[in-house]
């Protein structure tokens, strides 16, 4: 009787106090005998939870407060709750923490708790030491609580633990080994995204009673135990993103429970065990992302003994990013697994095959990605598929138009779709209005651009590079949708004015409409862009003067006006004190720019003053998960990029008719790697302080008037791989030293009054080498030109050094780089992956 007053009285307040705080006054704890208080999922935002809670301590069995928003530190009164069965205080305003002491307490004095949640409770101070605990509880939830240090070698050995839950923290060390000698009742075992390393111990075999073992994003290495086939009623077995290495053991398949077994991301070997394809509860399997081998068939009316036709009750499967061999009849397939709802063949290495599916009927299907499986058409069995989530079959071959049907596969279901790198010349009408991602680049689509797109309200990300598309960008794009994040169409015919920004720009950070025929003027419309991070314009027919505007763009990092038809002189026409301060990549090349160069830019130019000297973690620009690619001219030579580096500083002004002197300004732009001042009309001395562009890879100053020296301050550039400053007045001698010389005639000729190696006009003064202190310049050489470490550089570095090694370079020079020349190799190929 009493219980249910209390509880009656319980629902009461909780009703009345949904949304608020609790006030220690409050009638609540003047309920004696409350047994069960559960206030979960209201709204206490803010509020503390009160020490009065401790009333109850001759009473309360339940309390739940999950999810109430309570924040600040648990009351050590909670402790005197010592008749609690189960307390949940998980899932509050992150910030809610409880003391170690109060930690301890807690599991030492309730000696009736057998449930305790505590997941994403701020116990960062608690060590895991603490729960070497001899309690009575029966399920322990410490997700997300940055618990940090080693496990209590006893962990596996607490009496009465089924469920113990200590995912998404930093726990270090190995695992401990399980007691053989006590009957282990753990059901349930989550341990995914610590810091644990080591091999799965032997011992794991012991917890006979494991249900669930989730130990995902860890270190782990070395083979699966064989001890692990005691593990009788295993039903999920997820060890993906480890390091796990060896083959898939057969005998993995005869555990009798198991229905789902993550595997992806670990190195796992060989070929698939034949014991699997008749382990028929199978649900999951997920094996994407090993080194597996072996071939595979499916394929109708031919017998294989390697084929999935009979693991009918799957639902999930991922081989891929394996080597398999086979070829796959999609619809064999689909018509056998009718609970498959979601398949993953991209780069498995196996073929796939499509026919006509009559017959086929899925409507839950989710998940399809068979990029690169040797596609050919459309796969009609897609038409069934009403629900369908995610769709990649990029990297194919299907060809031609793709049938008008396909505009309706998963209709506003559909969120992701990716059909690049194919040769796909036409699209149906596209109906997909909940769409996320819109993959198209690198077909050969005609036509215009397709007018739905504007009607996808949700679109982050709008990718139709390198096509066919022609016409004019429709004004309605400029509508498309406060989501959008990404918008690529370069490479394609489109030719009209760039559409304005209307109201929602929102979130567009990257505009690239390079390489088409865009003419008029940059409309100042995108100054509504404010999280533009890229602009690429390149190549197009646009005019007008410099839009200083721009500045005002507090994030733009790249703007790219290379190839246009821009003119004036440069001048500011920002509102900003600092205008541009995070530009890093400013292309202005091949316009006809006049007057003198930009030095009040040069001075805002925050983001080329800064040298980032984090060179080792390889870090490369995105939007949305995009690489943004880009095109830089080196040594005549346009290298394409297929990603940079976040640091990546560039400043080209070349190919116009800039005049008057390079302003020493220049020279506190200290971060830049690229600088290009080459074709226009410059005059006056090469500023000594240009030495102080100590990052500097490639200085290109030829073809304009510059006269006097070289300051000897550009032989101290260590990592200089490419300098051009021919057609000039330059005279003197040229200075020596360092990466100088590395350079061939052709960095210094057509200038006539230059004497000095490597030209062949000899100096009237024979030059007198200083004495050599450490080293020999030569293999120093080496390891600066190779050993630039992982800034923009590198890209500048290991194709220049690529170039050098393809084409001419000095005798000298030979020796060392074949030496090195595999490893220079590897690396770029790491570059450009
Ligand atoms: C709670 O009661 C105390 C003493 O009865 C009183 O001083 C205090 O103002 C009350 N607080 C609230 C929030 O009602
Ligand atoms: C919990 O137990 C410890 C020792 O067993 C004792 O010192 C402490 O006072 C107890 N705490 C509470 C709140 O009862
Ligand atoms: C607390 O309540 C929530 C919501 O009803 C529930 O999901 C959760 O399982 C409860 N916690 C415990 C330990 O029973
Ligand atoms: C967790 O608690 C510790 C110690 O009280 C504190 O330093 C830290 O900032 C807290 N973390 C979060 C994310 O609130
Ligand atoms: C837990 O470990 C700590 C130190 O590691 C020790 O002081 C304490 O006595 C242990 N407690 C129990 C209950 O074993
Ligand atoms: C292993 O279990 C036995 C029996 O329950 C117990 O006596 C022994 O202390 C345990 N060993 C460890 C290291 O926990
Ligand atoms: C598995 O990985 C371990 C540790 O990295 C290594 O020592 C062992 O040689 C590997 N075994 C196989 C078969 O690759
Ligand atoms: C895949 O297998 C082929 C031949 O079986 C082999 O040449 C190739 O190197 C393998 N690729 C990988 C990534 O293991
Ligand atoms: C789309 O497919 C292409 C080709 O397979 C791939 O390079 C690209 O990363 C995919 N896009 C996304 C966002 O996954
Ligand atoms: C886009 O939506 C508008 C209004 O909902 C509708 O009138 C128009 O026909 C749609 N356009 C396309 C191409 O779907
Ligand atoms: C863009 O949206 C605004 C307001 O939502 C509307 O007034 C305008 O007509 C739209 N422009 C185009 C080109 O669709
Ligand atoms: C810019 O281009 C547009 C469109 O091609 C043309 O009408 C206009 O005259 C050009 N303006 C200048 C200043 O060249």
Redesign the pocket.
Known sequence: MVLLVAILMVMLLVSTLAVGTIHQNTTLFNLPHLERLDLAFNDFTNSHLPSEIGRFSNSLTHLNISKCGFVGQVPTDITFLRKLVSLDLSSNSFGVGLEPRVFNNLL?NSTHLRVLSLAYVNLSLVLP??L???STLKSLDLRSTHLQGKL?QNIFNLQYMENLQLSENYITGQLPKVNASANIPLKHLHLSSNDLSGDIPFSIGHLESLETLIISYCGFMGPLPKSMVNLRHLTTIDLSSNMLNGTLPSWLFTLPSLEIIDLSNNKFHGSLPLEMFNHQSLKKLSLGNNQMVGKIDVLDHVPTLQTFQKLTSLTVLDLSLNNFTGHWELETLLLNLRNLISFDLSYSGLYVMTYNANGYINPDFRYLALRSCKLTVFPESLRAMKDLWYLDLSSNAIRGHIPDWVGEIGGNELGYLNLSHNFIEGLPQLRWYGLRQLHLQSNKIQGPFPPSICNMSILTTLVMSNNRFGGVIPHCVGNISSNLNMMDLGNNHFHGTIPNAYEHCGELAGLILNQNQLEGEVSSSLLKCQYLEVLNLENNLLNGTFPGWLGDLPFLKILDLNLNNFHGPIETSSTRKVPFPCLQVLDLSHNGFVSHLPQKYFQSFNAMKNVVKNREKPSYLSINGLHYSMNVDMKGVEQSFPQIFVHCTILDLSNNRFEGEIPDIICSLKALIVLDLSHNSLIGRIPHALGNLLEIESLDLSCNQLAGEIPKSLADLRFLEFLNLSQNHLAGRIPIGKQFNTFEENSFGGNPRLCGLPLPEKCEHPYKPPVKVDGDPESEFTWIVFMLGYGCGTLVGLVMGYLMLSTGRPMWLSAIVDATENMIKTRYMYIGK
């Open positions: 030492q030491t603490y070497n605990i001899s209590p």
